[in-house]
């Protein structure tokens, strides 16, 4: 059984047409973000057949893992027609004692990039507090930090505490923990839909802020040959496993934990119902699915290696 998710739409300062013409979003002038895969109150994803992703496995926690246990993923389309304000995740312990929600950690899947956008991720050397501080109020803090140019199909894995912002001209696929939680350390003096400049959370972000250089723990794969195309290793961390399955034919797979299902492109069947690109599905612990076409997909399930 593949349950077919509707997406909660977002629409913030930045954001651009893109997941209009790619997936068929349709909202307001913009759509900044696309919540596809989300149980978390600010966002929840709805079902098809009436009803929300939430509730369904609150009446059903089996659907997560055998044991049980809360969703532990939110999975989002970002559009960024503008560049996101830099920013950083806390932990869970953090997050927990300060805000009534979960840590961030999570991974960015490159859907599109026009030419020269690239994201930041972390410092380019190792730096401290007080030049950080500095660096923000007089408004060059990116000099501190790690760019690295992206392409479509590359994959980073953000974990928290690494501070971080995604350029203008890139559409991101983001698997992350189930949180929203977001401190905000400099935003180019940008003003919200209110006239005011937008809320700055440059104490809190010191207090969670990993000043060490920048190391990349994405631990990405090669493509391996399946029945049905080819599954390439994206990454895994504690809370998600993440593979980019390149379809040509028939593939299936029966999971012990949930699977979600997010086709970046292409077209085919799933479980026999029609699919196209935009498309993202949940799949109950257990369960065999199976996925036929020609597309390019996410599969994000449990982390194998715990």
């Excluded at 950690?105 to 730096?127: H, K, L, N």
């Excluded at 983001?174 to 006239?195: F, H, L, M, P, W």
């Excluded at 060490?212 to 049905?228: E, I, L, Q, Y």
Aim: with cysteine; hydrophobic share 35%.
């Amino acid at each position: 059984m593949m349950l077919r998710l509707i997406p909660t739409l977002k629409d913030y300062i930045w954001g651009g047409c893109k997941l209009k013409s790619l997936y068929g979003r349709e909202g307001g002038e913009k759509i900044s973000e696309s919540w596809e895969v989300s149980v978390h109150p600010d966002g929840p994803s709805k079902l098809e057949n009436g009803g929300t992703l939430a509730q369904y496995l609150q009446g059903r926690p089996e659907a997560v893992s055998p044991k049980g246990g809360e969703l532990p993923v939110l999975i989002k389309y970002i559009d960024a027609a503008d560049n996101l304000s830099v920013q950083v995740h806390p932990c869970d312990e953090y997050a927990r004692k300060y805000e009534n929600d979960n840590g961030k950690t999570e991974m960015w899947y490159i859907v599109q990039a026009d030419e020269g956008a690239g994201i930041y991720c972390g410092f380019r050397e190792d730096t401290d507090k007080a030049l950080f501080r500095q660096k923000v109020s007089d408004g060059t803090v990116e000099e501190l930090l790690n760019f690295i140019p992206v392409k479509a199909g590359d994959c980073y894995l953000i974990e928290a505490g690494t501070v971080h912002a995604i350029g203008a001209g890139c559409v991101i696929c983001e698997v992350q923990q189930s949180s929203n939680v977001t401190y905000r350390v400099y935003d180019y003096n940008r003003k919200g839909a209110d006239g005011k400049p937008r809320q700055l959370h440059l104490e809190k972000a010191l207090d969670v802020i990993d000043f060490k250089k920048f190391k990349d723990n994405t631990n990405g794969g090669a493509p391996g040959r399946v029945a049905g195309g080819s599954v390439r290793r994206l990454t895994e961390c504690a809370y998600f496993r993440c593979r980019e399955l390149s379809l040509r034919g028939t593939f299936s797979e029966q999971n012990v934990s949930f699977t979600a299902v997010n086709v970046l492109s292409g077209e085919g069947k799933a479980d026999g119902n029609t699919f196209r690109a935009g498309d993202s599905f949940f799949v109950p612990a257990g369960e065999r699915f199976a996925l036929e076409g020609n597309a390019k997909i996410i599969l994000t399930d449990a982390p194998q290696n715990k």
